[in-house]
């Protein structure tokens, strides 16, 4: 059974290489091409904000940018947990969020998409515990919208 394990490991890699898996952040892969190469859009809003400052923290703030980022965010609130006096205890906040990847060289999108999510917030308690539970389903719903994006543009296959 030992030696099941080791030849496992000894010819996985071999596996993986020959269905064309490479890893994002080695020489040439889309980590490596987009990392400190891209110019997202200036936020205009406080959604887009939060997003262009979790992008920047993954893709990396580019003072020469190859790349530009556009997005077209759209969000939303839906009342859950509608109490017999008409109070609402639940919400969720959703986002769908369009983006474009373009190279600058030559104008050509290189890739677009969207991406869609949601999470909620309670607002059970005080004003000021519902008002901290909005802000902060903001900034959560914008750190996974950015995962999101950021993993489909790691998977795009990206030339220089």
């Excluded at 091409?33 to 993954?58: C, F, H, I, K, T």
């Excluded at 020469?64 to 997005?71: G, I």
């Excluded at 017999?84 to 998409?113: K, P, W």
């Excluded at 900034?139 to 950015?146: D, Q, V």
């Amino acid at each position: 059974m030992l030696s099941l394990n080791r030849r496992f490991f000894l010819l996985a890699p071999l596996a993986l290489a020959a269905c064309g898996f490479e890893p994002v952040y080695a020489p040439g892969g889309a980590g490596a091409v987009l990392q400190n190469r891209v110019a997202v859009d200036p936020p205009g809003s406080q959604d887009s904000y939060l997003l262009v400052r979790e992008l920047e923290n993954r893709l990396g703030r580019s003072n020469d940018p190859a790349f530009a980022l556009s997005l077209v965010i759209s969000t939303s609130e839906a009342q859950l947990a509608i109490d017999r006096e008409g109070d609402t205890g639940r919400f969720n906040r959703l986002a769908s969020v369009r983006y474009s990847l373009r190279n600058l060289a030559n104008g050509q999108i290189v890739t677009s998409g969207m991406v869609e999510n949601f999470v909620g917030y309670s607002a059970t308690g005080t004003t000021v515990e519902t008002l901290a539970g909005e802000q902060n389903s903001q900034e959560r719903l914008m750190t996974i919208i950015a995962d999101q994006i950021v993993s489909r543009l790691y998977a795009t296959e990206i030339n220089a």
